[in-house]
T-cell receptor, first 111, second 113 residues
Framework: QQQVKQSPQSLIVQKGGISIINCAYENTAFDYFPWYQQFPGKGPALLIAIRPDVSEKKEGRFTISFNKSAKQFSLHIMDSQPGDSATYFC??????????FGTGTRLKVLA | NAGVTQTPKFQVLKTGQSMTLQCAQD?????MYWYRQDPGMGLRLIYY???????DKGEVPNGYNVSRLNKREFSLRLESAAPSQTSVYFC????????????FGSGTQLSVL
């Protein structure tokens, strides 16, 4: 069963535009919601994360919006740049050690 | 400043062959993980080790075994490789008690023919 549903599968955005990636989860016991960024040939790296007691977290051009009642969270990339072109994964933490990842979104930012 | 080191980077196996993927971290992390990444399926947890001396199954453990050799090293073994195990394998580590951030290695691309 897919516990984390991520959309869209791929996204093309013009330079300077806003990129939005969405994730939905089922289990209300999840307690931590990170986003990872992966460049080709590299391992994923933590980009930004949020806990369920806040509705938004912003770090530079990257913002997580969290809707606990709807069991959804999203990543917004403002002023998207070609260097942001990568694959993005949402994740949820189940228990102390288990992270469940979404299926990934391939973002391409056109120059 | 190596972080998480995986070897080998690439490997081609024939069906039925065995091999061990090696992973080492130099950040004094207690927890280590093995994931596989397949197109359209994201990252799926194979096994994890919460601390030295313990290992537990993840989402997709069938066909794999692991060994937490010491605090630094966590290996993944394929006893009899199958084409369905063709994938990119990632090792990761994190600090116990602050498991928010996973540090990933650069991956091993495995093809089973």
């Amino acid at each position: 069963q897919q516990q984390v549903k991520q959309s869209p599968q791929s996204l093309i955005v013009q330079k300077g535009g806003i990129s939005i990636i969405n994730c939905a989860y089922e289990n209300t016991a999840f307690d931590y919601f990170p986003w990872y960024q992966q460049f080709p040939g590299k391992g994923p790296a933590l980009l930004i994360a949020i806990r369920p007691d806040v509705s938004e977290k912003k770090e530079g051009r990257f913002t997580i919006s969290f809707n606990k009642s709807a069991k959804q969270f999203s990543l917004h990339i403002m002023d998207s740049q070609p260097g942001d072109s990568a694959t993005y994964f949402c994740a949820v933490r189940s228990g102390t050690y288990k992270y469940i990842f979404g299926t990934g979104t391939r973002l391409k930012v056109l120059a | 400043n190596a972080g998480v080191t995986q070897t080998p980077k690439f490997q081609v196996l024939k069906t039925g062959q065995s091999m061990t993927l090696q992973c080492a971290q130099d950040m004094n992390h207690n927890s280590m993980y093995w994931y596989r990444q397949d197109p359209g399926m994201g990252l799926r947890l194979i096994y994890y080790s919460a601390s030295e001396g313990t290992t537990d199954k993840g989402e997709v453990p069938n066909g794999y075994n692991v060994s937490r050799l010491n605090k630094r090293e966590f290996s993944l073994r394929l006893e009899s490789a199958a084409p369905s195990q063709t994938s990119v394998y990632f090792c990761a580590s994190s600090r116990q008690g602050q498991n928010e951030k996973l540090f990933f290695g650069s991956g091993t691309q495995l093809s089973v023919l």
